[in-house]
């Protein structure tokens, strides 16, 4: 699972935390049940990735959050510009002053305290966020250090285009009952469907290749940022053997269905060893732009339930691989590795 881009998951869990109070806006003298904080950090910390967008990250190779800066927010794209903001508990600069309604509003929604919409935030996968879920990550937010950091709004998109995955209303914990539906929750929550499919030139998914890959990233001081859906470069197969790459490393999101050009020889304990490990079948390296430091704190159980939820997914023909050079693909439109080999149907 590769990442669509870090603005886009930008103000995603306007939800994490670590240390207050229990009243409507954390403001009071009872303590936090541990339970819902663990709860909120398991979910902040892993599926979610909150704090690859809400706090500055060091230069390495994968990129991870600075934990003395959990949640003060970072400026994701200054030229946009696109901001994720400040979600501590500070009273003048974060959410200290924010009720639990309008957090888990924010995260659910994409709605404001004050009725706009958060530019850039992924609200489309949080949708689903359960009433549970939504509480436990807003007590873990409240606990977080408060830290004083006034950050500009984002500005509006230039244009607005159809995300992969389409709003949907919140989950119900008890209905989660079987493997296949815990993991479709999670992945929802996870954003795989938004990396792992490509788009075309207006930006609009391409449905029928959902989870076949080939969402392209620049590699960007350890983390991917992603490369418009078409080179106005490469308009034909032609062009594009002719035209340049952008500067720094390009990969392509894999296809992660169960079709002989995906993951159908996965088995569940290669699935966990790749995302623990950040290498397939603990060999070749995942490129940075795949968040599985975040992936890889899940539980077993977690990570099985996404694995099967996976092998239900439709299978897609589209062949994608990083250690390939990259050509051009007709199904897809895009520069990635195996491209020539893909017909177009």
């Known amino acids: 699972m590769a990442r669509e881009t870090r603005p886009l998951v930008m103000a995603l869990c306007v939800v994490l935390g670590s240390g207050c109070a229990s009243s409507e806006k954390g403001v009071g003298s009872k303590p936090i049940a541990a339970e819902p904080v663990a709860r909120g ?39 946009a510009p696109l901001v994720a903001p400040n979600i501590t508990p500070d009273s003048e600069t974060g959410l200290g002053n924010w009720s ?27 949708s689903v966020m359960t009433d549970e879920d939504g509480a436990a990550v807003v007590a873990y937010l409240r606990s977080l ?34 493997p296949t539906l815990r993991g479709a ?77 995906g993951i159908p020889w996965y088995t569940e304990a290669i699935f966990i060893q790749t995302i623990r490990t950040g290498k397939v079948a603990g060999v070749r390296a995942l ?25 239900t997914v439709r299978p897609v023909h589209h062949g994608v691989d990083n250690s390939d050079p990259p050509t051009f693909c007709p199904r897809c439109g895009r520069l990635h590795g195996l491209g020539k080999f893909n017909v177009s149907w």
């Open 41 to 79: 950090q398991y979910l902040a910390n892993g599926i979610a990735r909150c704090f690859w967008c809400h706090s500055p990250l060091d230069n390495s190779d994968p990129a991870v959050p600075r934990p003395e800066t959990f949640g003060a927010g970072d400026v994701l794209d200054v030229k």
């Open 100 to 126: 639990n309604h309008e957090i888990i509003r924010a995260v659910r929604e994409g709605i404001g305290r004050d009725g706009r919409d958060l530019q850039g935030h992924p609200a489309n996968y949080y």
């Open 145 to 178: 250090r408060p830290i004083h950091r006034r950050l500009p709004r984002s500005a509006p998109p230039l244009r607005q285009h159809e995300r992969v995955q389409r709003a949907l209303p919140p989950a119900k914990a008890a209905a989660l009952v079987l």
């Open 185 to 261: 929750y999670l992945v929802h929550l996870g954003e795989c469907v938004g990396c792992h499919t490509p788009a075309h030139a207006d930006g609009n998914p391409f449905r029928e290749l959902e989870f076949g890959g080939g969402r392209r990233f620049r590699l960007e001081k350890g983390y991917g940022v992603e490369v418009s859906s078409f080179d106005p470069t490469f308009p034909s197969a032609s062009a594009a053997s002719k035209a340049p790459l952008t500067t720094g490393p390009i990969v392509a999101s894999a296809n992660i269905t169960p079709d002989p050009s």
């Open 287 to 311: 490129s940075a732009a795949m968040p599985w430091v975040f992936f890889r704190t899940l539980t077993d159980a977690d990570l099985r339930d996404i694995f099967a939820y996976l092998k």
